[in-house]
């Protein structure tokens, strides 16, 4: 009976034929049953399918991101052609002004009791970014923002403007139409 024991504790020790090593025998017929463990084996196909995930998350990221700045720099884009269309439209309705000032001036030189006009239309320009250009008598002549369409003849070096002809305008610190001007050496 010695033997019959030997091979009894034999075959609980040693796992079946056809049984994975690592998991329990089943009980045999007339044994006690033990309480049953739940198997933890490692799962090699979900640590590669979490880093696919993770890799797509990344990739979907990055997509985000980059859609988010195309998106800020159409945003800014168009801010800038806006503002480019107002700018240019300002500048041509102020550009169509200029014939209507001229005919202001004219008729507020000829017309004494037209001079509190002068202020109001000088008040205005000034929101319109509209500014004069220096073409008093007695003022040096400059080719940037004079037009000489005629000059006097007189002897010395230096010109001078002696009559304003048209009014010249600069528009946000630009010239915007140059002054015509008759000049005279001086």
Excluded: C, W
């Excluded at 009559?163 to 915007?176: K, Q, S």
């Amino acid at each position: 009976m010695i033997g019959h024991k030997d091979n009894q504790f034999k075959s609980q020790a040693q796992p079946r034929q056809g049984q994975p090593q690592g998991q329990p025998a089943q009980p045999q017929a007339g044994q006690p049953q033990a309480q049953a463990q739940p198997q933890t084996q490692p799962k090699f196909g979900h640590r590669h399918q979490n880093d696919q995930a993770l890799a797509k998350v990344a990739e979907l990221t990055n997509d985000l991101q980059r859609t988010r700045a195309d998106f800020e720099n159409y945003r800014k884009q168009v801010e800038i052609q806006k503002k480019n269309a107002e700018n240019t439209a300002k500048l041509a309705t102020v550009y169509k002004m200029l014939p209507l000032l001229d005919d202001l001036d004219r008729a507020i030189k000829s017309y004494a009791e037209l001079a509190p006009l002068a202020k109001s239309i000088e008040k205005t320009m000034t929101s319109l970014g509209l500014e004069l250009i220096k073409s008093e008598p007695g003022t040096e002549f400059n080719p940037e923002l004079h037009e000489a369409v005629m000059v006097e003849d007189s002897d010395g070096d230096k010109e001078v403007i002696s009559e304003t002809l048209r009014p010249g305008y600069y528009y946000d610190g630009a010239v915007l139409r140059v002054a015509m001007v008759k000049v005279k050496h001086v």
